[in-house]
């Protein structure tokens, strides 16, 4: 079983930035894939960014490319995903999830664990 906590997130103006943060409790950390999601009011949950077992594989939805980085620290336990650059359109509920395998998945089904979430609000 994993635990997963996200932290960060709140209120920023477009064009700021802001960085969520998720804590994993398992002992194995470094062999889950992690990724960040995210939900917007009335939208289904979409994909954001991915990070396999290192910091070399990384992957991102079209919209938050290049400006949103995910990173991990395996020896923390931490994923974080930095954004920046925000827009109006990226206020949604931002979500960590893990999953064992050997590649990053954009399907939601596809993750085993979740955290609660956590908001990030951008205006305009």
């Known amino acids: 079983q994993v635990q997963l906590v996200e932290s960060g997130g709140g209120l920023v103006q477009a064009g700021g930035s802001l960085r969520v943060s998720c804590a994993a409790s398992?002992?194995?950390?470094?062999?889950?894939?992690m990724s960040w999601f995210r939900q917007a009011p009335g939208k289904k949950r979409e994909f954001v960014a991915a990070?396999?077992?290192?910091?070399?594989?990384?992957k991102y939805t079209d919209s938050v490319q290049g400006r949103f980085t995910i990173s991990r620290d395996n020896a923390k336990n931490t994923v974080t995903l930095q954004m920046n650059s925000l827009k109006p359109e990226d206020t949604a509920v931002y979500y960590c999830?893990?999953?064992?395998?050997?590649?990053?998945?954009?399907?939601?089904?596809?993750?085993?664990?979740w955290g609660q979430g956590t908001q990030v609000t951008v205006s305009s």
């Open positions: 999830a893990a999953r064992l395998g050997l590649d990053a998945k954009e399907v939601p089904g596809e993750y085993d664990y």
């Open positions: 398992t002992r194995n950390f470094g062999r889950y894939i």
């Open positions: 990070i396999t077992w290192t910091d070399v594989d990384t």
